[in-house]
């Protein structure tokens, strides 16, 4: 654990910003992502000075600094990437653990920063748990002072007494609580829940500075003082107040060498300007198609007019790309990044783009034509690898499936680099043929003193060659009463660009006659014991991105299920294993799992989803008779049963749509004791069952095996429970998943979602799309004969792109062509 076009204005509701403005010019880019400049680095000339508070940080090491080394306290820039832009300031020695800095800062401001032990090597912090500590927070609100307790190095682990501190957030004028705020305490953060809910673990005992800060500056930044005592549990309880909101208007003039008609972007620190507060590829942390677009006036100069915070500090920049690439540089070969504070009056930023441009070499232009099968509605996208591979950026349409791109910078640091093409940004997945994988070397670049015109050919696309119809064959299909589900559960990965082409794929969903839409959003696990368990921005759907996917889904007259999920560091088998399933952590366990569940509920509730789905097959350990991965016992609680129970009535109380329970099909789900099925409203039956033993069996025989198993293993239990129960498919397009069996190559059988997008392919496994429809047909075939069954969902919907690959997603797939054959028979809306 220890040694990481076209934006979503369209979207999301985009907030705003004002004030003075100034340019923070920052030393030039570091050949490696960990470089650090050597001696201080202050702000340059300014547009219009910024009121400065003088901040004392003090910080206590957990040992000496050896010979040779000094500690350096670095100030980050999320919107260029935390690895890219610091301002490093060596800090003095007080005595042999005590070290000190003094520092200009931004009144108002939210400062990020962290602790970096400089030697032969730059050592970063870590927090007590083994996590890399992201950045700190500190807000300036007047002169003063900050203590910090450093908890471990990145190369060092240390023994001390710690404590955690957990409370709720409110809105200070209704009292209502905060979802989504980030709680920071000595460089660890929590996202809180629709409780308001968060839960520091891990925090060295002692006092430390407690922030809470809105990711959209939606609330004035809260900051206090929390003393945690050794193995002590501190509450606190936040009061923020939700800040007023202006107009400002962002208006730049670019430099005369701009291509024409290239989109221009505004890069920021918030949420709603492109910032995902998550780790990304290389070391990024902003996107492009997160980004608001500028609009080109009459005048030459861009613009566009944001609603905004007051109060809110803002750092922002211009960019043809991303906060890194193509973004502004001040003529020196520096990033350009401006800030101010949000006034409390409409305010417009009048701004100059001096270059794209960082040191001498030439401006390069990349064209590529796709081949004649790509997609419409596709975008192509160019990826960079300077040392790896970074964050995929837009690429400009020419017509006629030719697409360009003119990097300007910053190439001073390049010389060689390597490149490759991709589309609708899923670089690794939807690749070039030629540049293959997350490790694929690329097409290669190098930086030259004279302008560069590159021309390529995408011959064809990985996961996307030789596309047939689909040859369909009639049935006679039952139209089922109303209420019937036809639906398309969407893969529990994500990442932040896929908000980009949500609204594309739902669209595409609701052409196969899909009359439901479940999302699969999830928390992660961090440490098994002390258990930590939330959301984590970049990993896990925030609350507004899932709100708005809600939206867009009714807006396109389809229900919604919200299917909640884990994220592991590893497998559940491992988190499962490692876990000490005393009586004290199952209940630490239990009160996680609640919150989990409250917070979709109330998700659910206030977006107007219709139904929420609770469960899961990684949940067995923790159910009644509950084995872990191996079939031993789990050692959980024996009164499991009224636990169950007692999380579905308070799930009742936040959420009054449907609750279901996400059951697998295996012999021991299905005799397990679980009556606490009574207080649902239904099963989702996870279904990914063998119908056959041999290899080439036909449509006819899938069928029948598939019509034999729902008579034999499943139809008494709608009966027993009185309950609907709807079929969620998960078939992959692999060799073996008729057999129930997808081999890895070394003996033993992979589960389907580890075929899943982004993962990297498995060499072992065969691709066999034909198998996946045939599946599909015959579990639909199945069904029609069945009227005891009330819906067919087909998981694991991998949304921002068509893919013919092995996965269990339909989407591009001959499999989706027997759904939009199926579907609107059965629901018997017929387009």
């Not at 910090?148 to 409110?170: H, M």
Request: charged share 15%; glycine share 8%; net charge negative.
């Amino acid at each position: 654990m220890k040694k990481a076009l076209y934006s979503l204005l369209s979207i999301l509701s985009v907030l705003a910003l004002a004030s003075q403005a100034c340019t923070i010019s920052l030393f030039k880019l570091p050949t490696s992502p960990t470089a650090a400049p050597s001696t201080p680095i202050h702000s340059g000339p300014t547009v219009v000075p910024q009121p400065k508070a003088q901040t004392t940080f003090t910080v206590t090491l957990p040992e000496p600094l050896v010979g040779g080394e000094t500690l350096i306290l670095s100030v980050l820039d999320e919107v260029t990437g935390l690895q890219y832009n610091p301002v490093s300031y060596p800090m003095q020695a007080v005595d042999g653990l005590t070290y000190n800095a003094v520092l200009p800062l931004t009144l108002n401001a939210v400062v990020k920063y962290r602790y970096i032990r400089r030697g032969a090597a730059q050592v970063a912090e870590d927090a007590s748990l083994g996590f890399p500590v992201r950045y700190r927070l500190y807000y300036v609100s007047t002169q003063g002072e900050v203590r910090d307790t450093l908890s471990d190095w990145s190369d060092k682990s240390y023994a001390r007494e710690l404590g955690s501190v957990q409370g709720r957030a409110f809105n200070a004028d209704t009292g209502a609580p905060i979802p989504n705020l980030l709680i920071s305490a000595n460089g660890v953060q929590y996202l809180t829940d629709s409780a308001g809910r968060f839960d520091l673990q891990g925090l060295p005992a002692g006092t430390h500075n407690l922030v809470a800060y809105a990711l959209d500056g939606m609330y004035q930044t809260f900051q206090q003082g929390a003393t945690i005592g050794p193995n002590q549990i501190t509450s606190v309880e936040l009061r923020l107040r939700p800040a007023p909101m202006v107009n400002v208007t962002f208006s730049a003039s670019v430099p005369a060498t701009t291509v024409t008609g290239a989109p221009v972007r505004l890069a920021g620190n918030l949420l709603q300007l492109g910032n995902t507060f998550g780790d990304l590829q290389g070391g990024m942390n902003t996107i492009a198609d997160r980004m608001p677009l500028l609009a080109f006036g009459a005048d030459g100069r861009y613009s566009t007019t944001l609603s905004l915070p007051v109060g809110a500090y803002i750092q922002y920049k211009y960019t043809l790309g991303d906060g890194f690439w193509n973004s502004e540089h001040d003529g020196q070969d520096e990033f350009t990044l401006r800030e101010f504070v949000v006034p409390d009056h409409d305010v417009t930023m009048q701004d100059a783009v001096v270059t794209w441009q960082a040191g001498k070499s030439a401006p390069i232009t990349f064209e590529v034509t796709a081949p004649a099968s790509t997609p419409a509605g596709d975008i192509l996208y160019l990826q960079i690898n300077p040392y790896t591979w970074t964050e995929p950026l837009p690429m400009w349409p020419l017509g006629n499936n030719r697409w360009t791109y003119k990097l300007y910078g910053p190439l001073n640091m390049l010389g060689s680099f390597s490149y490759r093409f991709c589309r609708n940004a899923q670089c690794g997945s939807a690749d070039d043929v030629a540049t293959i994988g997350s490790a694929a070397p690329g097409r290669q670049a190098i930086t030259n003193l004279s302008s560069q015109d590159l021309q390529d050919v995408v011959s064809a696309w990985n996961w996307y060659e030789n596309v047939e119809p689909t040859t369909l064959v009639g049935a006679a299909i039952t139209p089922r009463a109303q209420g019937f589900t036809a639906g398309v559960e969407l893969q529990a990965d994500y990442q932040p660009n896929w908000s980009f082409y949500t609204p594309q794929a739902l669209a595409n969903i609701q052409a196969l006659g899909a009359n439901q839409i479940v999302l699969t959003p999830t928390w992660s696990y961090g440490s098994v014991n002390p258990l930590t368990f939330g959301p984590v921005p970049g990993r896990d759907a925030l609350w507004s991105d899932l709100a708005v996917t809600v939206n867009q889904t009714h807006a396109l007259g389809m229900n919604v299920s919200i299917f909640p999920a884990p994220h592991f560091n590893g497998t559940a088998a491992d988190f499962w294993r490692a876990a000490p399933r005393d009586a004290a952590w199952w209940q630490n366990w239990f009160d996680h799992y609640r919150a989990f569940a409250v917070h979709y509920a109330d998700l659910a509730a206030q977006t107007g989803a219709q139904t929420l789905i609770l469960g899961g097959d990684w949940l067995a350990p923790a159910l009644p008779n509950g084995t872990l991965p191996d079939g031993s016992p789990s050692g959980a609680p024996a009164d499991l049963d009224v636990r169950w129970k007692a999380i579905i009535t308070e799930v009742r109380a936040h959420f009054s749509g449907k609750v279901l329970w996400a059951l697998p099909f295996t012999e021991a789900s299905l005799q397990a004791p679980l009556t606490f099925l009574q207080d649902t409203d239904g099963i989702y039956l996870l279904w990914s069952a063998a119908l056959t033993g041999q290899a080439n069996a036909s449509k006819a025989d899938l069928a029948n095996e598939a019509g034999r198993l729902l008579d034999n293993e499943v139809a008494a239990l709608p009966a027993l429970i009185n309950k609907p129960i709807i079929l969620a498919v998960a078939y992959p397009s692999a060799t073996g998943a008729a057999t129930g069996c997808i081999s890895n190559g070394a003996g033993a059988c992979l589960d389907w979602p580890a075929l899943n997008r982004p993962n990297p392919d498995s060499s072992a496994v065969g691709l066999n799309l034909q198998i996946q429809a045939d599946l599909y047909e015959a579990v639909l075939t199945a069904v029609n004969g069945r009227a005891w069954i009330s819906g067919v969902v087909s998981r694991g919907y991998y949304p921002p792109v068509a893919l013919r690959d092995k996965s269990a997603s339909v989407h591009g797939k001959p499999a989706a062509d027997i759904l939009w054959y199926w579907f609107p028979r059965l629901t018997g809306v017929v387009r």
